[in-house]
């Protein structure tokens, strides 16, 4: 009986003291955040040709690391395939998950991860060969159609072509690159995918024009990243780190212009930028932790346009992007 009492005893302190440890003290005695990234998305992440990454996914990792180090490049990128992306979390693998990932009921519960607030707003859609003469979905029936595997775009698909009594055949394949590959070697009639990822395949094309992006929008994907259950202050952290770069460009504060605005006199932005203390205290982090994310890595505008914007190859407007004062969907609570 004594030894199960102690054997007892022993498990669930140990237990108990791992449950204990929380993301935010296992990522600062690490020294670093572990971020899972896709592959390889052009504007969202994907490494340089010195190896170093790139993206307004990598963007968000490196805005939690600066709140949380002050130094944006305590990071390390770990890349994922869409199917064992969850493990990869769960398991600890990484701290946080930042790869093209969709926001639905399922993964927020069932998987247990907890979402914070959408980064880039998308929808899914089909790109084709200008060849094929192809300019609506609705002239997809019977199609073959190239997909990645353990995605909400296999799922959506299927709806879809459930929903209008179309058939097609799916392609499946686990990693990007064999779905690219096989769609611009000819194997599939269509590729489907998040619209963003059609247009950063597209824009790694020798002859971009030759592809079309059907007018078809099939679903919602808002992506943004996302943390394990059971752990509210690094959600909070990883939540409000990204308020803080929305907050930011709603009050015109940037990367370039931040220190002449810690002078304001405006509490609000005297808040954000620490110099009314608080927020930092709450979140356990140094008081200018926002401070640090924008002069860092920039408000999310920034982020937006370094990317993904109209002066990169994706081109992309703001749209649903934009911030709500501006028509978008980009909307901050109070930091107070
Ligand atoms: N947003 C969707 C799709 C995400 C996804 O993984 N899309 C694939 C293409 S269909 C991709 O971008 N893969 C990049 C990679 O594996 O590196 C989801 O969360 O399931």
């Known amino acids: 009986m004594k030894f199960i009492c102690g054997f007892l005893t022993t498990f669930l302190i140990v237990h108990f003291s791992y449950a204990k440890t929380s993301t935010l003290e296992q990522v600062k005695k690490k020294k670093y955040l572990a971020c899972g990234v896709t592959q390889g998305v052009a504007g969202f992440s994907t490494p340089d040709s010195k190896g170093v990454w790139k993206g307004l996914e990598v963007d968000i990792c490196k805005a939690v690391a600066a709140a949380v180090f002050g130094d944006e490049n305590k990071v390390k990128f770990v890349p994922l395939n869409a199917p064992v992306r969850f493990t990869a979390l769960q398991s600890g693998e990484v701290d946080i998950l930042s790869r093209v990932t969709t926001w639905t009921l399922g993964r927020d519960t069932a998987q247990g991860l907890n979402f914070a607030p959408t980064t880039f707003y998308d929808g899914q859609g089909f790109m084709v060969r200008k060849s094929s003469k192809i300019t609506s979905a609705k002239q997809l029936n019977g199609a073959t159609i190239c997909t990645q595997q353990g995605t909400t775009t296999e799922l959506n698909l299927a709806d879809y072509f459930r929903k209008n009594r179309m058939k097609m055949k799916p392609v499946v394949f686990e990693s990007n690159d064999e779905v690219t590959q096989a769609f611009f070697k ?74 002449s605005f810690l002078k304001s006199k405006d509490p609000a932005i005297r808040r954000l930028l620490g110099k009314i203390k608080g927020n930092g205290k709450a979140l356990g982090l140094n008081e200018n932790w926002a401070y640090q994310i924008i002069k860092r890595v920039g408000n999310y505008g920034e982020v937006f346009e370094r990317h993904v914007g109209k002066k990169t190859p994706l081109k992309l407007e703001r749209g649903m992007n934009d911030l709500w004062t501006k028509g978008g969907l980009m909307y901050a609570p109070p930091l107070r």
């Open 186 to 259: 000819g194997r599939c009639d269509a590729f489907t995918n998040d619209a963003s990822g059609l247009v950063a395949e597209r824009s790694k094309v020798k002859n971009p024009s030759d592809y079309i992006i059907l007018p078809e929008i099939i679903s919602k994907e808002p992506l943004g990243p996302a943390v394990r259950h059971d752990d509210d202050q690094w959600f909070d952290i990883v939540k409000w780190s990204i308020y803080a770069m929305i907050d930011a460009e709603e009050k015109g504060i940037s990367s370039k212009n931040v220190d």
